[in-house]
T-cell receptor, first 113, second 114 residues
């Protein structure tokens, strides 16, 4: 089975740095995604990690440790518009040919002034 | 920038009725997906579609669900006899490659079954 854990909610101050953790236990691993989802909207892609280490993309960075089943999303210089749900999704190897992500419940980040 | 589009944005239906949700994936993408998200819950995979056939489906995707690519651009999800618990946001997504490419999500259709 697949199990993905993330904190339910986090709060942070505008301009600060926040780290959102994700741990997973899955039957097979073929990459981990982070998505941002504003309320009532579709998820939008933030990052993809398949090898261990840190991937940096502007204000957002994502880290993966496959041996620990652990990832984090780091958001720097927080802005009010970063208030959203952050979804961790782990992709499993294909059986029928497609790679299917399993999503965590998401971490609701609230950025306050 | 190309994007996935979905229609309608909202659909209200009576329990037992059939609904068809429409999606137009990004034009050069080959893999298509449907997900649903019940209000306040996590995104759940329903089905993936490649080369005009279903490649993966979850246990949620039972006999009341079907997908079709009726022409070169549309990708539809049909729910034959809707139940109250089918009320959710339904997202279509597409990717160029099933292996390494990320999936791009459409804006979703909010389905309410009364």
């Amino acid at each position: 089975g697949q199990n993905i854990d993330q904190p339910t909610e986090m709060t942070a101050t505008e301009g600060a740095i926040v780290q959102i953790n994700c741990t997973y236990q899955t039957s097979g691993f073929n990459g981990l995604f982070w998505y941002q989802q504003h309320a009532g909207e579709a998820p939008t892609f933030l990052s993809y990690n398949v090898l261990d280490g840190l991937e940096e993309k502007g204000r957002f960075s994502s880290f993966l440790s496959r041996s620990k089943g652990y990832s984090y999303l780091l958001l720097k210089e927080l802005q009010m518009k970063d208030s959203a749900s952050y979804l961790c999704a782990v992709r499993s190897p294909p059986s029928g040919g497609s790679y299917i992500p399993t999503f965590g419940r998401g971490t609701s980040l609230i950025v306050h002034p | 920038e190309p994007e996935v589009t979905q229609t309608p944005s909202h659909q209200v239906t009576q329990m037992g009725q059939e609904v068809i949700l429409h999606c137009v994936p990004i034009s050069n993408h080959l893999y298509f997906y449907w997900y649903r998200q019940i209000l306040g819950q996590k995104v759940e995979f329903l089905v993936s579609f490649y080369n005009n056939e279903i490649s993966e489906k979850s246990e949620i995707f039972d006999d009341q669900f079907s997908v079709e690519r009726p022409d070169g651009s549309n990708f539809t999800l049909k729910i034959r006899s809707t139940k109250l618990e089918d009320s959710a946001m339904y997202f279509c997504a597409s990717s160029q490659d099933g292996a390494q490419e990320t999936q791009y999500f459409g804006p979703g259709t909010r389905l309410l079954v009364l």
